[in-house]
């Protein structure tokens, strides 16, 4: 039974607002600037490139970890690995600290988590995120891009069931949160990458 509350610890994981820390450790509300949400993305856009990619480590982290601690917990049985980080995405993406609003996009935290699950398809996806921000500017259509990925190369590669379920609730839930992003760039006001406006 006590394994059980690594589940709870993974959520827990997941709700460290490390963009928030880091806003306030430069006096700056991250929800309160930029798009508002406190994830890597705009951690780079408010507050620089040193704190954002500390920010992009501790969510990476902070999804891997907690997929490793789902594996660990129940024998590296997929479905304990795929649990601890669909929990710690939920931690991260509806923040309990922050009234269970829609609060980070959970784009590094599920890299993360697929790292430890899919390492093969994390380099794929990788590389195709940064291949398409490069082209677009667009953080966003490289983060759903890199998802879309995923969910496309989990039925492409053999892989376990549960990590082709874990593939298209994830990836759902990640295009669930961009809905605000495609219509913004849809309208021309989406933020590039790599601007200051």
Not at 39 to 47: D, E, K, S, V
Not at 99 to 128: D, H, N, Q
Request: a positive charge; glycine letters at 14%; aromatic letters at 14%.
């Amino acid at each position: 039974m006590s394994r059980y509350l690594i589940f709870i610890l993974a959520y827990c994981l997941g709700a460290i607002p490390f963009a928030y820390l880091a806003g306030a450790y430069k006096g700056i509300d991250v929800r309160r600037h930029g798009s508002g949400n406190i994830g890597t993305t705009n951690a780079f856009r408010l507050l620089g490139a040193k704190l954002g990619i500390m920010v992009l480590l501790g969510d990476f982290l902070k999804g891997a970890l907690s997929a490793y601690l789902g594996l660990w917990a129940f024998g590296f049985e997929p479905w304990g690995g795929i649990v601890g980080g669909l929990l710690a995405m939920a931690g991260h993406s509806w923040n309990p600290l922050f009234g269970f609003r829609p609060s980070g996009k959970g784009v590094a935290a599920g890299f993360g988590i697929v790292t430890v699950l899919m390492p093969k398809v994390t380099l794929i996806a990788i590389t195709v995120f940064v291949l398409v921000v490069w082209i677009t500017r667009y953080v966003s259509m490289g983060s759903v891009t890199g998802a879309l990925t995923v969910l496309i190369l989990v039925f492409v590669f053999p892989q376990p069931i549960a990590y082709r379920v874990f593939a298209v609730v994830a990836v759902f839930a990640v295009l669930v949160l961009h809905r605000s992003n495609f219509k913004r760039v849809l309208q021309g006001t989406e933020h590039k990458f790599g601007t200051k406006k």
